[in-house]
């Protein structure tokens, strides 16, 4: 008698499992299609205060969930108003699991796919930028893969591959330098590495060159 009240019992509980389990799926894939748009937002804001230059994207956004929960965002470029500052393959920022659910926005990481930085226009804008008042700072890791540095049209490094942490107030770092007139004796607030299968300066090609970040290394020469 005991073990024919047990099934329906049983029974129950499986029914009760697959229904929380399709709560749960259901849960994730609307918000697979719902929060990315948010995240994205959030991330053209964030870049267009920090920086001033536009984030734009080559395609539709979506969340990715191996090996962890990450923001893939194909074909970014970063442009000033004349023209493209950095593009990529793709971008990739990986949030907390709480995103999905949560009103709280953190990140984590972010990961550029074979950036490709224009080195001229990036000196133009830096140049033509204004100082900037904004109190945001920058609190993830930064890791671009295998991009490419263009100068005068001519690639100036290859294969480069940079990961940097923010070990202090970057946003603030940065103000000083814009007030200083771009010059300013302290490294920035960064801890890290940066490697290139080659560099080309002047006529000289430089191969497996890597160089180690930190606040502990020794300040630039004055000019």
């Known amino acids: 008698m005991a ?11 499986r029914w009760l499992t697959v229904l929380g389990l399709l709560f749960v799926l259901g849960a994730i894939v609307l918000h697979r299609y719902s929060r990315p748009e948010r995240l994205t937002a959030f991330l053209i804001e964030q870049t267009r205060g920090l920086t001033g230059a536009e984030l734009s994207l080559g395609g539709v956004a979506g969340f990715d969930f191996s090996p962890n929960l990450h923001l893939v965002l194909p074909k970014p470029a970063l442009r000033s108003k004349d023209s493209a500052l950095l593009t990529a393959a793709s971008l990739d920022v990986a949030v907390p699991w709480h995103t999905l659910w949560s009103d709280r926005i953190d990140i984590e990481r972010i990961v550029v796919e074979q950036p490709v930085l224009d080195l001229d226009a990036l000196k133009a804008w830096l140049a033509a930028r204004p100082p900037s008042n904004s109190s945001t700072d ?7 893969r295998n991009g490419t540095i263009l100068s005068g049209g001519k690639k100036l490094a290859e294969g480069v591959d940079l990961q940097l942490a923010n070990a202090g107030d970057l946003a603030g ?3 000083k330098w814009q007030a200083a007139g771009n010059k300013i004796d302290a490294l920035p607030p960064l801890d890290g590495n940066a490697a290139a299968r080659s560099v080309e300066i ?3 090609r430089i191969e497996g060159l ?14």
């Open 3 to 13: 073990d024919t009240d047990a099934r329906p019992r049983r029974h129950r509980r």
């Open 138 to 144: 920058v609190r993830f890791v930064l890791d671009l």
């Open 173 to 175: 770092w940065l103000q």
């Open 202 to 204: 002047g006529g000289t």
């Open 210 to 223: 890597r160089v180690e970040l930190g606040n502990d290394a020794p300040a630039p020469a004055k000019p």
